[in-house]
Every structure is written in C-alpha cells, then in structure tokens.
C-alpha cells in the first residue's frame, strides 16, 4: 500500500512537472492587431514566451501562412524554404535568422499594399517549444500634419492619409472649433488633408484631431509668434478588420481607446 502510494505521488509530480515545463513556453505577439501605413515596411511580432531564460529552444523553425493566399515565409533547417512562396511576397518578406535562434519569429514585410490585409498565422517548432498565433494586419495611410501660422490663421496639412479621415479641432477646454478643411485625392486613392482655422489666438494651444476607422492623428499645437510648435501621437484602433458596415464597432474601439488617454 505504501509503495502505491510512493509511486503514485512519483507520477503526479511527474506530470506536474510535464504540464509547467510545456506551459512555461508558449507562442506570443506583442501586437495581434497591427495597422500597418501603406508603402511602408511593418514588423509582424511574433515570439517564443519562455518564463525561463535558461531554457534551449534548438533549431526553430518558423512558418508564416496568409489565410487566403499561402505561404508568406519559411525558415527551417537555418535557411529560409521558400518553394511554394504565394508570389505576393517575393522579395519582401524575412525573418531575422539570429532573432529566431532565440524564439523570434517576428516577420518583417516590406513596402506594404493593400493586399497584405488579412488574417496572418505564425507557426513556430522546435525541440523545446511548439505554437503559433493569429495576426490580424489592417493597412492605411497616415502622417502626421504640419501647421503654418499667419494672421490669425492656423493652416494643418497632412499629406497621406487612407481612409478618408475627418478632421476635428479642439480648444483647451476640449470644445470643438469651426474650421474649413478640404481634401485631394491622387492617382492612388491617397488623400491630402488641408485644414483652416481662422481664429487662432499667439499663446493658445489648440488640438487637431485627424481620424478614420484605423488611425486617431492628435496633435497639440500652440502658435508662438509667427511659429507653431507641435507634436502629434497616433493611435490605432484594436478592433477586427471591419466587415462591409460594421463601422459601429470600430468606433466603439476608437472611443474606448481615447478614454484611455
Ligand atoms: C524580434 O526581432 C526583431 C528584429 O530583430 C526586433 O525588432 C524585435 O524587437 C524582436 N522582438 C522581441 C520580442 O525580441
Ligand atoms: C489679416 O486679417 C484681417 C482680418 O481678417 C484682414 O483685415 C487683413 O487684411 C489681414 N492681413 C493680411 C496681411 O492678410
Ligand atoms: C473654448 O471654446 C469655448 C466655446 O467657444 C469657450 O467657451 C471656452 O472658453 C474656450 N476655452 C478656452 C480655453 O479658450
Ligand atoms: C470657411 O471658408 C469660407 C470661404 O473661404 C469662409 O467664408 C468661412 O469664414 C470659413 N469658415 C471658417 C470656420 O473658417
């Protein structure tokens, strides 16, 4: 009876140890809901989470899958194995061969289009860890506005945004201003925003808000004399790719987001 006992305790911590060694490594990304700005390059994070530093992850092999189109990279066996590679991403897409060593399969894509929004999986094995993680990237354009002062006329442009964004200034006290804003669309579908407030005052700071369904530009400007000084953050809104109409959540997102601020 007592050796029953013995061996079943010997078993139970036995998978104890199983069940904590498997769950101390697990396949993570800091950001499943990535905007990616349009032309430009975008980091897909994706990464072997260890709880122990210690731990030997071996060779890792890493595969990326876009849900509608295939293959986006791979890399095992310490090379990239790209026959079967969706033609899409000839040539701009890599993983950082030291970085995977150590569990980072993060992908860099370069030059992004608007095909590249999707559902993206990253796959990760080796000897010590195993998983993968859905990635979400949305794409849009989007830059940060750059104001001129003149007689009592603040001027934001803006040169790159997608979708369409609104425009919205604000005073301290977070009332909304009247403004004039007009936009021009290139070849591309690409919009340049221009943006006329007509009754700036030397010394006040004002809020410009440029926003569509992906991205929040807020940029505080104060008017010092002929110069404006400003600085812009962005924020990207987290929900899913919207679907045909569903702006309503979007927005949802969006609000929750400024709240936070
Ligand atoms: C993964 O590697 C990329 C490229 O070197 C780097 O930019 C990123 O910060 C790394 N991420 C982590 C979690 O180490
Ligand atoms: C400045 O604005 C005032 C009032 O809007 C106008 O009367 C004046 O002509 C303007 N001056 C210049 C140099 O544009
Ligand atoms: C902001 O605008 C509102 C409405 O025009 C005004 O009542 C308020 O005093 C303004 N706040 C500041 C800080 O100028
Ligand atoms: C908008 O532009 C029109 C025409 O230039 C002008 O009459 C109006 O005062 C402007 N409104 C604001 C709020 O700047």
């Keep these: 009876m007592l050796i029953l006992i013995v061996v079943f305790a010997a078993l139970i911590i036995l998978i104890l140890a199983l069940t904590f060694s498997k769950s ?29 530093q210690q731990t030997r992850l071996g060779d890792v092999s890493v595969t990326w899958e876009k849900k509608d189109l295939g293959l986006v990279y791979q890399y095992s066996n310490g090379a990239p194995a790209l026959a079967g590679q969706a033609s899409q991403f000839t040539g701009r897409a890599q993983v ?42 949305r794409t849009a354009a989007f830059s940060a506005p750059t104001f001129k002062f003149s007689n009592g006329t603040l001027t934001g442009e803006a040169s790159r945004w997608f979708p369409k964004p609104s425009v919205t ?19 591309e579908g690409i919009v340049g925003v221009v943006s006329v407030f007509e009754s700036a005052q030397v010394s006040e700071t004002y809020s410009c808000r440029i926003q569509n369904s992906l991205v929040l530009a807020e940029t505080e400007t104060r008017v010092t004399g002929t110069d404006v000084s400003a600085s812009t953050y962005f924020i990207f ?3 899913a790719i919207p679907v045909g109409s569903n702006y309503v959540n979007v927005l949802i997102s969006f609000l929750s987001v400024c709240y936070g601020f």
């Design 24 to 52: 101390t490594s697990k396949v993570t990304s800091s950001n499943t809901k990535p905007v990616a700005n349009l032309g430009e390059d975008e980091l897909l994070s994706c990464f072997v989470s260890s709880q122990s």
């Design 96 to 137: 950082f061969p030291v970085a995977v060593a150590t569990g980072n399969a993060s992908l860099l894509l370069r030059n992004v289009r608007g095909g590249d929004e999707g559902e993206y999986t990253c796959s990760v094995s080796s000897s010590a860890a195993r998983g993968s993680i859905i990635i979400q990237l």
């Design 169 to 187: 200034w604000l005073n301290q006290t977070g009332d909304i201003l009247s403004a004039n804003t007009s936009f021009t669309e290139n070849s």
């Design 237 to 239: 809104s987290s929900a």
